[in-house]
């Protein structure tokens, strides 16, 4: 056997030392996000006492990536192993430069990481260059995997809150999951948690007849004369919550003369109310539209 046929085995074998290295490492990250690994013992044969010891004292966070084809006929990681195995070796790649430790595992057109952070972050500022970080590790990923194809990918990231250890990754998970549930909703390529606002609320009590019945509880009435008189009544109170009850700035936004806002104010008030922006009211309202673009992004 030749020098160039010795290291051709060698490498073959090298990958398929690290296939199989994957192969573990997806089924068991695969079954703690669902809650189905409980048991520390499996953890630590997995990792080794040492790791799991420096590990389970760490911040982590499931970040969950989703890659689409601008060609909605092709589709991405999962699929077609060979590449999933490329694709996650290029993220893996991505994270450790900007030192995270990840665990992955493959679900369909998803990659799911368990990103335990090397440098904990304790002040605010360090919180939101953690942030940063994050936004600049999946623009390199998605910079690196258009550099490689032929044609364009899009990429979107959904990320948890921060958690300490591995006991909560199943609620990592669910909160990443509902992040990148919202992707196209934010417009953006990477959505996080902890910036959904009362979409937390919302997508945990998620139950569409209840908001249903939310939503026409309160801004039902504006909803029924809108449709009846073509009216603008719901954008009307919209953009007014918005601008914090200034009259004059909702008027600017809405593009009318401040006589006309007058009126639909009292249309409003006549159909909402007269107490319709007291603080409770005004929570409820503000509360409701959220609810009501989430029944329209969901509709869509």
Not at 4 to 12: D, H, K, M, V, W
Not at 224 to 249: A, V
Not at 267 to 281: A, P, S
Request: charged share 25%.
């Amino acid at each position: 056997m030749g020098f160039n046929s010795t290291l051709t085995t060698e490498r073959i074998v090298k990958e398929s030392v690290t296939e199989r290295e994957l192969y573990k490492e997806n089924n068991w990250v695969n079954h703690l996000i669902k809650n189905q690994l409980n048991d520390e013992l499996l953890l630590r044969a997995q990792l080794g006492n040492k790791e799991f010891k420096t590990l389970n004292n760490l911040n982590s966070q499931v970040c969950i990536i989703e890659m689409e084809s601008f060609n909605k006929e092709n589709s991405y990681v999962g699929n077609n192993y060979p590449d999933a195995v490329h694709y996650s070796k290029i993220v893996r790649s991505v994270f450790e430069q900007h030192s995270f430790r990840p665990f992955m595992t493959m679900q369909n057109q998803r990659l799911v990481i368990l990103a335990f952070d090397l440098f904990p972050t304790k002040t605010r500022k360090e919180q939101l260059a953690k942030k940063e970080k994050l936004q600049l590790i999946s623009n390199q990923i998605d910079t690196i995997l258009n550099r490689d194809e032929c044609e364009k990918i899009r990429v979107f990231m959904g990320v948890s809150s921060s958690y300490k250890g591995f006991e909560s990754s199943y609620y990592s998970y669910d909160e990443a999951s509902k992040a990148i549930f919202l992707k196209f909703f934010f417009k953006s390529s990477i959505i996080f948690y902890d910036d959904l606002g009362a979409f937390q609320i919302l997508l945990n009590l998620y139950e569409k007849e209840m908001l249903q019945s939310y939503v026409l509880r309160h801004l039902g009435p504006l909803i029924e004369e809108d449709q009846k008189k073509n009216s603008d009544l719901l954008k009307t109170l919209k953009i007014y919550l918005e601008r914090n009850g200034s009259k004059q700035s909702a008027a600017d936004e809405l593009h009318i003369v401040r006589q006309s806002l007058y009126y639909r104010l009292e249309k409003i008030k006549e159909l909402l109310g007269e107490d319709f922006m007291g603080i409770q009211n005004r929570l409820a309202l503000q509360l409701a539209f959220q609810a009501y673009e989430l029944l329209k992004f969901e509709a869509n």
